[in-house]
């Protein structure tokens, strides 16, 4: 058997490694060890439970208000003795959080093999996104295979010296669970959901959270949104609200008392999906909703001053606004009121995958450990098909 470990704290890391370890849990060959660190821990749970995945190793790690270090010391030092204890074959982590880092590291101080899934993401500015671009690139550095979503992040990878066989462009698993979990005529648990005219009315569907844009940045995004739902008589903004204080107490400030804008707790990933699926457009500062919006056909304003994933920007499918508030009133009010601009970008062909890329990982760590004589078949996401 081919003893795999895979490591993740977070709700997005749980969200697109939910296909892998399904996938993994169905091979013969395969013993699959899911180890969370919970990061997060309530909106983890939710993914766990959405996807019926149990934890072999559960760190619960998550504590308020700890700092950068304590959260990447603790996994650290955690993640030893499992890895001591289970001698896995390769370890798969995701994307760039503490938890992805630190879970690296430990691999590497055990000499066992990583497996990077959604490498080769750069901005290539160190502090920008804060910490993800650093724990994605020194992730990089320890890691053996690099599943790449896309053609640019391969190349970003080459760049950086990796050899090309260790490369694998597969797409994004995100868009395997997305397509997993969107529904026709999904009725929400969030009974303020289902009473939203999605007919009548444009519907924003808006997230700000990032380290990044505290303070003054999500001051003017929020202040943006008011003036754009005050002069649109018919667009409503749903934001639900993240947990981190700071962006309660500023959205309860600036848009708490405002006419057609819904306040509403973070939403379970399946309620999430499918109001993402039946709103008009987002606005966001997350990097996974650029990948996964577009698959539904939704145009996607960025609240951020770099983007990790440029292939959407040069899709169309997304625009990189910032966070200056009369940008994102322009911008975001060009799509309300300007069909022929809308539909451009609601049509622009999504680069991030096919919902396999859970299959070609699968496939890509079967052929390195000489399971199967046949490597994976690559995804183009410049022609949507097989290289």
Do not use: W
Not at 74 to 96: A, F, N, R, T
Not at 320 to 339: D, H, V, W
Not at 356 to 384: M, T, V
């Amino acid at each position: 058997m081919l003893k795999i470990m895979l490591v993740f704290g977070t709700r997005p890391e749980a969200i697109k490694m939910a296909p892998l370890i399904k996938a993994l849990e169905k091979h013969e060959q395969i013993k699959a060890i899911t180890t969370v660190t919970a990061q997060h821990r309530e909106m983890l749970d939710q993914v766990l439970t959405r996807f019926g995945i149990k934890p072999v190793y559960d760190l619960n790690l998550m504590k308020p208000g700890q700092s950068l270090t304590e959260i990447t010391v603790g996994v650290l030092s955690k993640i030893e003795s499992i890895v001591s204890q289970e001698k896995p074959d390769l370890i798969l982590v995701h994307g760039d959080t503490a938890t992805t880092f630190a879970s690296s590291l430990a691999a590497f101080y055990h000499q066992i093999p990583v497996g990077h899934v959604e490498a080769g993401l750069r901005t290539d500015n160190k502090y920008s996104p804060f910490p993800e671009e650093m724990n994605r690139k020194l992730t990089g550095c320890l890691s053996d295979l690099h599943f790449a979503p896309t053609l640019t992040a391969k190349q970003a990878l080459l760049k950086e010296g990796v050899p090309s066989e260790r490369i694998v462009v597969t797409g994004n698993t995100v868009i395997d669970a997305l397509l997993q979990t969107v529904k026709p005529n999904y009725t929400f648990k969030n009974e303020a959901l289902n009473q939203l005219d999605f007919v009548d009315k444009k519907i924003i569907l808006l997230t700000a959270h990032r380290r990044e844009n505290l303070g003054e940045p999500l001051r003017d995004i929020f202040l943006a949104v008011r003036e754009i739902v005050e002069s649109n008589p018919d667009t409503e903004v749903v934001l639900p609200v993240h947990l981190n204080p700071v962006v309660q107490k500023l959205a309860r400030e600036i848009l708490g008392e405002t006419e057609r804008v819904k306040l509403v707790a973070p939403l379970e990933y399946e309620e999430f999906v499918n109001l993402m699926d039946r709103c008009y457009l987002v606005l966001t500062d997350s990097g996974g909703l650029q990948e996964e919006a577009p698959s539904l056909g939704k145009p996607v304003l960025v609240l951020r001053d770099t983007t990790e994933r440029p292939e959407a920007i040069a899709a169309g499918t997304v625009k990189l606004i910032g966070t200056n508030r009369a940008t994102i009133i322009e911008e975001t009010t060009m799509l309300l009121i300007n069909p022929r601009e809308y539909q451009r970008m609601s049509e622009a062909v999504n680069p991030y995958g096919d919902g396999k890329a859970a299959e070609r990982i699968l496939q890509a760590i079967l052929f390195h450990f000489r399971l199967s004589p046949l490597p994976a078949q690559e995804y183009d996401n410049e022609s949507g098909s097989l290289r």
